[in-house]
């Protein structure tokens, strides 16, 4: 579990050194900051721990992702696994303003908010996120929306003009008509959103949204068979990281690149696999949910791989479940990433993309 002295360090490690949102407190306090410089044990995330609240409690955000808004960062994910199906009762907010320290801001979307399923309650809610949608100025949420049984694999659809809430429901649908089943949704940096899923457990399919990101715009692209898709971009490529399907147990991490320069259209080239160190057969006992491209300080981006470890057959199986966040790092001298298995130090140690 995540200590105190660790989430201390990891504290005002991020807010003196890294953090946009202390910039200002970084001028103030780098006197301060000059005589507390980074011991070689400062840790930002132990893999396979689970953060708390400032009320105690655990993070329950699941198959989440990641969102900056009002100078804070938001994630948004399942609620705590339960029953002998595995579902979670919620959609779960957190704010951060240093990645450390976190505020509960609430269960942002309940079961019973869900309308249009053809089937009863109760629903499985997966792999939350969330995209901020500059036209209309909503924030737009998509999930996995299925039965427990995944007799429906749909996605969900609730949108809001403040990122916690409270989220108005919009719709619940099969995306271009087919089955729905992982997901992840993505902003270019040409403002285009994106839905990415798993097309009936064959093919990761990519669709562009239409301007107000409610709803899809047809199978522009075609990635290969994979869970837990997660995008992001570097310069001119564009990466898209995911895991085999083998349900609960972790698999071998798979990453593919293109460099089209939209998402529609693309081919997508299969790169290294960015976990071959030890334990990199189940990518460090994880399975990828998102990719946080995170601004340091000298304007570089380092990439942080943000996983689950689902504890199917641990004690309490995925009730137990953590995390895992490992740095992405630029593959040295050759292709694609590599996952740098490990305690996560201060994220300036791989700014550039070395090893520490
Ligand atoms: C995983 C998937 C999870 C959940 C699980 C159910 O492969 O990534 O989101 O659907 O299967 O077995």
């Known amino acids: 579990m995540w200590g105190e002295r660790e989430a201390t360090r990891a504290r005002w490690m991020v807010r003196c050194r890294w953090s946009p949102v202390f910039a200002a407190a970084l001028v103030l306090s780098c006197a301060w900051c000059a005589h507390a410089a980074p011991s070689p044990e400062d840790t930002l995330f ?55 320290t976190w505020t509960f801001e609430g269960a942002i979307l309940t079961g019973d908010q869900i309308k249009g399923m053809p089937f009863p309650a109760p629903y499985r809610i ?48 099969k995306p271009d008509g087919e089955d729905s089943y992982d997901m992840t949704a993505y902003v270019d940096t040409d403002g285009t959103g994106y839905l990415i899923r798993s097309v009936g457990n064959v093919f990761l399919g990519i669709s562009a949204l239409t301007s107000d990101f409610l709803d899809t715009t047809g199978i522009c692209s075609w990635g290969p068979r994979g869970e837990g898709p997660a995008l992001f971009r570097a310069g001119d490529m564009s ?29 997508w080239v299969r ?21 946080l491209p995170l601004k340091l300080g000298d304007g570089s981006t380092l990439f942080i791989y943000m996983g689950d470890r689902w504890n199917f057959q641990g004690p309490g199986s995925t009730y137990n479940a953590s995390y895992v966040w490992l740095p992405l790092l630029p593959r040295s001298g050759g292709q694609g990433f590599q996952i740098l298995n490990g305690p996560f130090k201060d994220p300036n140690v791989y700014t550039d993309g070395r090893r520490p």
């Open 46 to 100: 132990i893999p396979g721990t689970v953060p708390y609240d400032t009320k105690g409690n655990k993070v329950e955000a699941h198959g989440g992702g990641m969102l900056q808004a009002n100078g804070l960062y938001y994630w948004v994910g399942e609620g705590a696994k339960y029953s002998a199906s595995i579902i979670s009762k919620s959609i779960n907010l957190y704010s951060s303003p240093d990645l450390a």
């Open 271 to 291: 790169q290294p696999n960015p976990a071959t160190t030890e334990g990199g057969n189940t990518t460090f006992n994880s399975q990828s949910t998102a990719v």
């Open 239 to 267: 990466y898209m990281l995911m895991s085999g399907l083998t349900g609960w147990s972790p698999n071998p991490a798979a990453l593919v690149s293109t460099v089209a320069p939209r998402l529609c259209g693309a081919w």
């Open 126 to 173: 997966e792999r939350p996120k969330i995209l901020w949608n500059a036209q209309t100025q909503h924030y737009v949420l998509f999930f996995h929306c299925d039965t427990p049984e995944f007799a429906y694999p749909a996605v969900g659809i609730a949108r809001s003009q403040n990122i916690t809430g409270p989220y108005t429901w919009v719709r619940v649908f």
